[in-house]
């Protein structure tokens, strides 16, 4: 994985991890936010996919947590451990906030329901495995983060090395990221911008169907 993209993705993240006094300011802040709507429908998406393959499995692995934002969508689940990871060190401290924050207000949750965030920045890069003589998990899973391994082949192809490292056989990896196709047919003589990952980012005119679409392009 190209570490100069890496590093310049885990400042983005870490300068955008939120200050939130508690979980219910920060959901009102995004409720009132543009993309509120798009989030609402990427959120049904990923509780659709774990409802189907982590209901009430034992194990998930989450690549790419950033805040602990499917917090409820694994306790609704059923899923009995989650282990997140993430690029920056801020978004972990957020996650492990919501969780604790979640156990306070539901003080009962951690009889069936843990969860443990850790800081990674090895996912694209060398082999990462759990601690030793710890099983492996029923679900891996990465939620709307798989395109910024496609920086490198190599970057890639030690990502889903990672995914077969830590998956148990017949368990599910589930994934989920825009389709570039749909939001290139979709964009339409839009601003152009440079992120801050080594991507082009376009904003498109607005979907018939009411969501926005985005095009995104490595500039290399």
């Known amino acids: 994985m190209d570490l100069e993209v890496q590093e310049r993705t885990r400042a983005h993240y870490d300068r955008h991890a ?26 049904e998406v ?8 982590a209901r009430d499995k034992p194990r998930l692995l989450d690549l790419a947590c950033g805040r602990g934002g499917d917090l409820h969508k694994w306790v609704g689940a059923g899923v009995r451990y989650v282990k997140g990871l ?15 924050e979640l156990l ?6 951690g009889q069936r329901f843990r969860a443990d965030f850790e800081p990674s920045d090895i996912l694209g890069v060398r082999d990462w495995m759990d601690e030793p003589g710890a099983p492996k998990y029923d679900i ?10 496609f920086v490198t082949e190599a970057g890639l192809k030690q990502f889903f090395r990672n995914v077969s490292l830590n998956l148990n056989t017949g368990g599910y990896f589930v ?13 339409g003589g839009s601003e152009e911008l440079f992120g801050p990952f080594g991507m082009l980012l376009k904003a498109a005119a607005p979907r ?8 995104l392009e490595y500039n290399r």
């Open 46 to 53: 990923k509780k659709q996919l774990l409802y189907r393959f």
């Open 208 to 215: 018939k169907d009411g969501l926005t679409a985005m095009l």
């Open 104 to 109: 306070t207000r539901k003080p009962n949750l």
């Open 18 to 43: 939120p200050a939130d006094a508690n979980s219910r300011q920060g959901m009102e802040e995004r409720q009132n936010g543009l993309a509120f709507p798009l989030k609402q429908f990427h959120n």
């Open 175 to 187: 994934g989920t990221c825009p389709d570039g196709k749909q939001a290139g047919d979709d964009e």
């Open 86 to 100: 993430d690029l920056s060190p801020n978004e972990i401290d957020e996650a492990r906030r919501r969780y604790q």
């Open 140 to 149: 891996v899973s990465c939620m709307f983060a798989i395109h910024y391994f």
